[in-house]
T-cell receptor, first 113, second 111 residues
Framework: AQSVTQLDSQVPVFEEAPVELRCNYS??????LFWYVQYPNQGLQLLLK??????LVKGINGFEAEFNKSQTSFHLRKPSVHISDTAEYFC???????????FGTGTSLTVIP | DTAVSQTPKYLVTQMGNDKSIKCEQN?????MYWYKQDSKKFLKIMFS???????INETVPNRFSPKSPDKAHLNLHINSLELGDSAVYFC??????????FGPGTRLTVL
């Protein structure tokens, strides 16, 4: 089974500053990687995903993530955050066999005006 | 058109009652899931069905019983509700790469 680690449970950042949310996973088998965002009192929506190909993945709302196989990481970045980016962010991993989907514990991003 | 829908959105009930949450997806996916999100935002998978067949059954009290009448529907029935069952319950369906498509959630409050 996979484990997905999001080391930072809370990340406060000033508006227009850059941000990086870290995600590491445990397995070295082939995986698919995802970042989801959950705005307050809403469901989860997909920010971006890595299935194959280029290791730099661009998503919605100006976010991007880089897949690093040797470090088993998939960190999420944004060069300049907005107040509206305040939300909970979840990293997730799926192995390319089976139906299991593993979520990290989430990172709460708070953008400070 | 809503891709994954859940009803009800809010559910407030007394301890000991039995309640159901319904989920429907119109994405044509074969696999559906139930997740529980607690007050700390942790997401825990409860069940997964593939084409009406149970494939994932995590350690969940047997008061929780999923039912899949067809591959577009996955309902969750909870017997003898307890205070600790209070949470947000999310239904999801998945595509070929297991990408999860989530419903809006059902906030269950047990008094």
């Amino acid at each position: 089974a996979q484990s997905v680690t999001q080391l930072d449970s809370q990340v406060p950042v000033f508006e227009e500053a850059p941000v990086e949310l870290r995600c590491n996973y445990s397995s070295s088998v082939s995986v698919y990687l995802f970042w989801y965002v959950q705005y307050p009192n809403q469901g989860l929506q997909l920010l971006l995903k890595y299935l194959s190909g280029s290791t730099l993945v661009k998503g919605i709302n100006g976010f991007e993530a880089e897949f690093n196989k040797s470090q088993t990481s998939f960190h999420l970045r944004k060069p300049s955050v907005h107040i509206s980016d305040t939300a909970e962010y979840f990293c997730a991993v799926s192995e390319n066999t089976g139906n299991q989907f593993y979520f990290g514990t989430g990172t709460s991003l708070t953008v400070i005006p | 058109d809503t891709a994954v829908s859940q009803t009800p959105k809010y559910l407030v009930t007394q301890m000991g009652n039995d309640k159901s949450i319904k989920c429907e997806q119109n994405l044509g996916h074969d696999t559906m899931y139930w997740y529980k999100q607690d007050s700390k935002k942790f997401l825990k998978i409860m069940f997964s069905y593939n084409n009406k067949e149970l494939i994932i059954n995590e350690t969940v009290p047997n008061r929780f019983s999923p039912k899949s009448p067809d591959k577009a529907h996955l309902n969750l029935h909870i017997n003898s509700l307890e205070l600790g069952d209070s949470a947000v319950y999310f239904c999801a369906s998945s595509s070929f790469y297991n990408e999860q498509f989530f419903g809006p959630g059902t906030r269950l409050t047990v008094l």
